[in-house]
């Protein structure tokens, strides 16, 4: 059984299922599928996030403020330790800092980023990164302000084996995505050859970034058993080996989920 460890259940294209999460999540299902976190990333979604999280058994959720929605409002560490507190909550973010996208709020990101990990430490949380052409800053930030104890991971990752080895040294995981799957990503895929199996997670990001031979179309769930596919080929391993492994490793990192 998989577990896709990163989704925006509440920003789905539902055209195709007459707008009914639960005909998503049923597809999920079937192609094995048995938990979803489902990802908070601004002030304006947590309560949207935590509503799916209480439908359904095998959701769960997270809330905080992507580095590209900071302009929408930021949030203090107490209030982010308040809405940690909710229902299913499982972890801060998706948080962390993008300069691909956004370099004019990058003392902002920054901040917002740096409040993430210390409220994450204070509630006893992992913390869930987003990190995009900020390798530096970003481990950075994780060494002055995160807790290595509860850590976190870097999701869908990109980055080199460097910046993952360092991620790794703090206790970090590395979920990886459907670009592991593109045929551009060799350097990544070198990456998921390396990564040590006990730090390692799956996912999609739906509905971003869907996994080849789904690659342009919107993404969903089910496609994370495409990522698990490529991935334990990759590693010549079977894929209900990856799934396992896959599953208590998130499960050990998200102890409230489990």
């Known amino acids: 059984m ?14 195709k299922f007459d707008g009914d ?3 998503v999540l049923d597809l999920a299902r079937e192609r094995g599928v048995h938990k979803f976190l489902c990802v908070g990333v601004s002030l304006d979604n947590v309560d949207r996030v935590v509503e799916i999280a209480g ?5 769960v959720c997270s809330v905080g403020i992507h580095p590209l929605d900071v302009d929408s409002g930021l949030a203090t560490e107490d209030r982010l330790i308040e809405l940690s507190a909710k229902p299913k909550v499982v972890a801060l973010g998706e948080t962390g800092l993008d ?7 990058k003392e902002t990101q920054r901040e917002s980023f740096a409040a993430h990990l210390r409220a994450a430490g204070r509630a006893g949380l992992p913390v869930i990164v987003h990190t995009r052409d900020a390798r530096e800053d970003t481990l950075e930030l ?11 991971v870097l999701h869908c990752f990109t980055e080199s084996w460097e910046m993952a080895r360092a991620a790794l040294d703090l206790n970090y995981y590395i979920s ?13 895929r070198d990456v998921a050859r390396k990564l040590p199996l006990d730090r390692l997670l799956v996912e999609t990001d ?11 179309k919107p993404n969903i769930p089910a496609y994370v058993r495409e990522v698990a596919e490529f991935i334990a ?10 799934a396992e492994i896959t599953t208590e490793n998130f499960n050990r990192l998200f102890p409230r989920a489990a």
């Open 2 to 15: 998989i577990v896709d460890s990163h989704c925006h259940l509440d920003r789905l294209n539902l055209d």
């Open 21 to 23: 999460l639960d005909a």
């Open 55 to 59: 439908q359904y058994p095998d959701v």
């Open 99 to 105: 300069y691909y996208y956004s370099t004019d709020t």
């Open 142 to 152: 994780i060494r002055a302000h995160g807790d290595p104890e509860h850590a976190g």
């Open 176 to 188: 990886l995505s459907g670009i592991v799957t593109f045929k551009n990503a060799g350097e990544l």
């Open 206 to 216: 739906s509905p971003y970034l869907a996994p080849v031979p789904y690659r342009g």
């Open 233 to 242: 080929e990759l590693r010549g391993l079977a894929l209900e080996e990856l």
